[in-house]
């Protein structure tokens, strides 16, 4: 019974981890197809630059990390990327970047919640930073970001 039960222990923890960040997949060979049947179903596609489409396949809230697989016109990934990054954060330029340039460098928020008095809507992140992070990036009515900023996640901070 112990040996079926780790049996079953080991095909669940393999099962989750292929696919999770792509590599299983080789860039130049492997088809959209099979980058989806890898990684499941991609939270949003969008369109790239050249006429690439970029797949994205966020694992927040718990895997802090937001992959981008980049498929070029002729259906081949390109390659795979974890674009949850401080870097990415960074390029984000309050007062020129737009909303669009927010998902285009990290993906799909989290979460979106709206504040009336400031007008503006907070798109949030779990992240990985040297403690777990939260990346939140404020975003007007007119879709220009407004401020963008990181703080240590509070549920594991610990406390003194």
Do not use: H
């Not at 499941?40 to 966020?58: A, N, Q, S």
């Not at 981008?68 to 016109?73: F, H, L, S, T």
């Not at 998902?103 to 040297?130: H, K, M, V």
């Amino acid at each position: 019974m112990r040996n079926i039960l780790a049996l079953a222990l080991v095909l669940i923890l393999g099962g989750c981890a292929s696919g999770y960040d792509g590599s299983n997949l080789t860039p130049g060979k492997s088809t959209e197809a099979e980058v989806i049947a890898d990684m499941g179903t991609p939270k949003d596609k969008r369109p790239g630059p050249d006429g690439t489409t970029v797949l994205w396949f966020p694992r927040l809230p718990e895997g802090r990390v937001s992959y981008a697989a980049r498929i070029g016109k002729d259906g081949i990934l390109i390659d795979v990327q974890q674009r949850l990054t401080r870097a990415n954060l960074e390029l984000l330029k309050p007062g020129v970047s737009t909303e669009n340039d927010v998902r285009d460098l990290l993906g799909p928020p989290q979460t979106i919640q709206w504040f009336e008095r400031e007008q503006i809507n907070a798109w949030s992140y779990n992240a990985r930073g040297i403690e777990p992070q939260i990346y939140v990036v404020e975003v007007l009515k007119d879709g220009v970001v407004r401020k963008r900023y990181s703080y240590d996640d509070p549920q594991f901070i610990q406390r003194r």
